[in-house]
């Protein structure tokens, strides 16, 4: 595989993660955002497990692509390890 389809595939797999953020953070919005801060959002995000399963499948699935750059693997795994930290109900968190 040359190295621009390679770049080509990464810039893909990038835009699809991002569409992937972008909805966790619009399903999981407060209905009121006047009302609430990013980082109650984000927070209200980390606490939904549904929505967290549905991204720790998508990750998974991208992070097998052997044909993606080295790095945006290595992105992918450690959001996959920020997943599994608040899927983990061992855990207590604050």
């Not at 080509?8 to 953020?21: P, R, W």
């Not at 006047?34 to 998974?60: G, N, R, Y």
Request: proline share 2%; with cysteine.
């Amino acid at each position: 595989m040359s190295e621009d389809e390679s770049e080509c595939k990464d810039n893909v797999a990038s835009q699809e993660i991002f569409k992937l953020l972008e909805h966790l953070c619009k399903t999981c919005a407060l209905d009121d955002k006047s009302l609430a801060t990013p980082v109650e959002q984000t927070l209200d995000l980390l606490q939904d497990h549904i929505v967290l399963l549905e991204a720790q499948k998508m990750l998974s699935e991208k992070s097998q692509d052997k044909s993606l750059n080295i790095i945006l693997r290595a992105q992918i795994y450690a959001m996959l390890g920020v997943i599994n930290l608040f899927l983990d109900t061992d855990i207590p968190h604050t």
